[in-house]
């Protein structure tokens, strides 16, 4: 867990203790993701502008990424591949190579704060969603952006994919959900029903449900 108090804790969920706790980030945790590929690894974003990559065999900080001019506010991986992406206050997305450490390539388009990433390692996309309440489509060969997906009123705040990857949902400040289908970049579907932000989204295993948490 990521915490306002810039530390990471480690939970025994038999005991419902804190095992473990990770210091290092000067400002709030705000992002937390395990790696794919090496289960032994854990990657932080934060309000202090950086990633950082910890040892969860040794509970040390193994490295430290800087480039965010501001708040770290997402991140996401490619699983097939050694890449790191993460959003920021900044409005770019940054991608990283872990095995040099390096920012190999920044994404610029947004014109507010990147709140969410989400990848289709299929075919190589990241989807963002921003403060600027567009949704965009990147593609991870060239760094391009493809397409942008627009239909919210305000801040674009959750985005989950379908198991498929055919189909992507978008949580907003106005509330609602919106249901894109990727094959044509269209909005197919609005839910409504929440008086406030949708901050989180979760799709069930068999994609017949969709939950969400919201403000209200």
Do not use: M
């Not at 709030?28 to 974003?45: N, Q, R």
């Not at 934060?46 to 708040?71: C, I, K, P």
């Not at 770019?92 to 704060?113: K, P």
């Not at 901050?199 to 449900?209: D, K």
């Amino acid at each position: 867990s990521g915490s306002s108090d810039a530390k990471i804790r480690e939970w025994s969920l038999s005991s419902g203790l804190c095992a473990r706790r990770f210091d290092g980030h000067s400002a709030e945790v705000t992002s937390l993701i395990l790696s794919p590929s090496d289960a032994s690894l854990l990657y932080s974003g934060s309000a202090d502008g950086t990633v950082r990559e910890w040892s969860l065999s040794s509970g040390e900080l193994v490295r430290r990424l800087g480039g965010h001019s501001s708040t770290v506010s997402s991140l996401a991986f490619v699983s097939c591949e050694s890449r790191l992406y993460s959003g920021s206050q900044d409005a770019t997305i940054r991608e990283w190579s872990l095995s040099s450490g390096d920012c190999v390539r920044r994404l610029e388009g947004h014109s507010g704060t990147v709140t969410s990433l989400v990848v289709q390692s299929r075919e190589s996309r990241l989807y963002s969603g921003s403060q600027d309440a567009t949704i965009r489509e990147w593609c991870l060969r060239t760094g391009d952006c493809v397409r942008r997906l627009e239909g919210h009123s305000g801040t674009v705040t959750a985005l989950v994919l379908s198991s498929n990857g055919n189909r992507l949902y978008s949580g907003s400040h106005d509330a609602t959900i919106l249901e894109w289908c990727l094959r044509t970049g269209d909005c197919v579907r609005r839910l409504e029903g929440h008086s406030g932000t949708v901050t989180a989204l979760v799709l069930s295993s068999n994609g017949n449900r969709l939950y969400s948490g919201s403000h209200d």
